[in-house]
């Protein structure tokens, strides 16, 4: 009995031992597969880091699906001058109408406008230049409110009520500006065509009135059409100027009434003679 107790406390002493040896192996083990997690990750985040390097670096970029700006942005930039064109074109025949061709400068314009005094010669080049094309813009302003009535004259009753209503203002505000800008520069030796090519398409209007006014009578073959509208443009202009001198006077609109009579008189004359020559033909 005694050495059987003797043994089993010797097993027990020997074996304790044992059971230590076993701990420490596996703790070191874990120990070491954790280091090799730790490696591990640590050249997977260098890796995924010189990836990223590169890519950032690299020549190859990526390609992005968007369009360009670059087309917009201009679009947008081209309609923003367009506009300032338009505005100080507005601005220039307003400073007309208020103060005349005297008050007509860059900077009156510009303030007028209310743009940059530098934009006025970025877009005309000079004032002279701005005032022909402010000059044709108010004729083809002009032009477009009176085509259809013009293409449908057939009396020069009706031509008389035009040029009144062209007179009047109220519905044409810029043959004020017209006239003004034509006196102005009616001795400008480089401007002169020019203001009279910008002209011309209104004379062709008239002289086409008045020939439909002539149809049928023995004075249209002797009338000279091209000329008769010259001359009542340049009437007209003169009247337009000479008016400006003196707001006040009715003479214009007595002129008017008085033009009206005569023509009212002349077509009684010229249906007549249209008879007439009718009835010599069929003789």
Known sequence: M???EASSSS????????????????TATTKTATTKTATTKTATTKTATTKTATTTSGDKQPTS????????TRRKTNQSGAETKERILDAALDVVRA???IGVSARNIARQGGVNQALVFYHFGSVEELMVAALERAGNRRMARYRDRLEAVT???DLVAI???LHAGPDDP????LAAIVAAWSTSSDLGPRIVEL???WNDLLAAAIRRALVGSPLAPIVPADELAHGIAALFLGIEVLDRLDPTSDMTGRLFTALQAMATMVEPTLAALQSLDSSSSDG
Do not use: H, I, N, Y
């Open 2 to 4: 005694v050495v059987s």
């Open 11 to 26: 097993e027990e002493r020997s074996g304790a031992p044992k059971a230590s040896k076993k701990t420490a192996k596996k």
């Open 65 to 72: 699906s968007k369009p360009p700006t670059s087309r917009p």
């Open 99 to 101: 103060d005349g061709m």
């Open 155 to 157: 009396t020069f009753s």
């Open 163 to 165: 040029a009144a209503d």
């Open 174 to 177: 810029d043959s004020p500006a």
């Open 199 to 201: 002209l011309q398409p």
